[in-house]
Every structure is written in structure tokens, then in C-alpha cells.
């Protein structure tokens, strides 16, 4: 009698360390699939493509060719326009300007290249014709040449026009 209360006890005693291990390999298993959805999800969103927004950027008279980024940070840029921006040259890779208030931001360290439009400290438009890295919010690029953008930027007195297409 007693051997058969010890025998029931382990039996007990292993069915539910058996169920124990499924129930851990179930929410492993859910929380695999939860990680590739979001992996997916995150690809889906870099394959697609940038939409141009109906925003221009002017220097010098001259509309320069933007892709804008899709992101809550352009939205609110371009709620604020039109806007004329006075540029400081700094570090002589970039040229910054005050953008007169706060919008949303979402900084992340990256790596700028030339020709990069970022938001800096959530008030600053920040345009690159070097190279720096740091948190920004990635806002758009302009597609031209490094030389073109140094010549273009490498100097004192640069105004930004923002205004709607």
C-alpha cells in the first residue's frame, strides 16, 4: 500500500513536470512567431518606397531635388510652412538651423552621409555635405552630388526656404 502512495506521488510528480515543459515550449514557440511577424512587419516597411511629400526646399533660388522621409517628424515640418531658415556652417560638414519651435522627433544614432536632412535636439534642420554621427530624426535627402552640396553649402549666409509644392 504504501509503494502504491509513492508510486502515484512520482507519477503526479512527473505529469506535471511534463506539462510544465510543454507550456514553456508553446509560449517559446509564440513568442518566435511574434518575432518574425515583427521582423517582417519591419522589412515590409523598409522595402517600401519614399513618397515624395509636397514640400520644396530652396537655397539660393534654386529648388533642390528631395526625397522626404515618411514619418511623423516631415508631418509636423510641414504644418509649419512656409518656413525661411537661417543656416550656420559647423564643423565643416554641416550646415544647422533653428526651425523657431519643437516637433516630434525620434532620434536614433546613425551615421549621416552628404546630403542627409535631419531634425537636431527637436527644433534644429540640420543638412549635411559631410559626414557626422549622432541621435537625429531622419527628415529627407537631397539627390546631389557631394561637390555640388560643398559648393553649395560650404559657407556663411545659407538660407532654407521650406514652402508647399
Known amino acids: 500500500m504504501p509503494n502504491r502512495k509513492i508510486i502515484s506521488v512520482a507519477m503526479l510528480s512527473v505529469m506535471l513536470l511534463l506539462s ?3 507550456g514553456a515550449q508553446k509560449t517559446a514557440a509564440d513568442t518566435g512567431s511574434k ?5 517582417q512587419q519591419e522589412n515590409q516597411s523598409v522595402a517600401e518606397p519614399k513618397k515624395e511629400q509636397a514640400m520644396k526646399l530652396i537655397i539660393d533660388d534654386k529648388v533642390l531635388p528631395v526625397t522626404w522621409e515618411q514619418n511623423a517628424s516631415t508631418a509636423a515640418l510641414q504644418k509649419l510652412l512656409p518656413l525661411t531658415i537661417k543656416l550656420s556652417p559647423y564643423g565643416g560638414f554641416e550646415q544647422v538651423g533653428d526651425i523657431g519651435q ?4 525620434a532620434d536614433k544614432q546613425i551615421t549621416t552621409q552628404y546630403g542627409d536632412i535631419v531634425l537636431y535636439a527637436g527644433n534644429k534642420l540640420v543638412i549635411f555635405y559631410g559626414s557626422n554621427s549622432w541621435a537625429y530624426t531622419r527628415l529627407g535627402h537631397i539627390d546631389m552630388s557631394k561637390q555640388e552640396l560643398t559648393a553649395l ?3 556663411e ?4 526656404q521650406l514652402v508647399a509644392r
Open 35 to 39: 518575432v518574425q511577424e515583427a521582423v
Open 20 to 22: 510544465g515543459c510543454t
Open 153 to 155: 553649402l560650404n559657407r
Open 102 to 105: 519643437n516637433i516630434i522627433s
Open 157 to 160: 549666409g545659407v538660407t532654407v
